[in-house]
Nanobody, 112 residues
Framework: QVQLVESGGGLVQPGGSLRLSCAASGFTFSSYAMSWYRQAPGKERELVARISPFGANTNYADSVKDRFTISRDNAKNTVYLQMTSLKPEDTAVYIC?????WGQGTQVTVSS
């Protein structure tokens, strides 16, 4: 059974940091690029960051470039999203995606 389980979301003040994790199981994790998407209320789901199967290549949305860092640990079947200098507009449900599989998402709220 394929599972992508996100964790690490929460409430943070503007300028703060959070680290999201996505633990994968049930498929060959190291064979797939992994991505983080986000969806804010009333908005379309958008790609935040993507990492190639062995981590050599990463891509970011312009809105998060230089603030977010995606990484992965294939030994742990886990992908991470380190988020710094958070802004209220980063508030969204953050969702992990890999292969053809989606996680359930974790809520990130940036507010004072």
């Amino acid at each position: 059974q394929v599972q992508l389980v996100e964790s690490g979301g929460g409430l943070v003040q503007p300028g703060g940091s959070l680290r999201l994790s996505c633990a994968a199981s049930g498929f060959t994790f190291s064979s797939y690029a992994m991505s983080w998407y986000r969806q804010a209320p009333g908005k379309e789901r958008e790609l935040v960051a993507r990492i190639s199967p062995f981590g050599a290549n990463t891509n970011y949305a312009d809105s998060v470039k230089d603030r977010f860092t995606i990484s992965r640990d294939n030994a742990k079947n886990t992908v991470y999203l380190q988020m710094t200098s958070l802004k209220p507009e980063d508030t969204a449900v953050y969702i992990c995606y890999g292969g053809i599989y989606w996680g359930q998402g974790t809520q990130v709220t940036v507010s004072s």
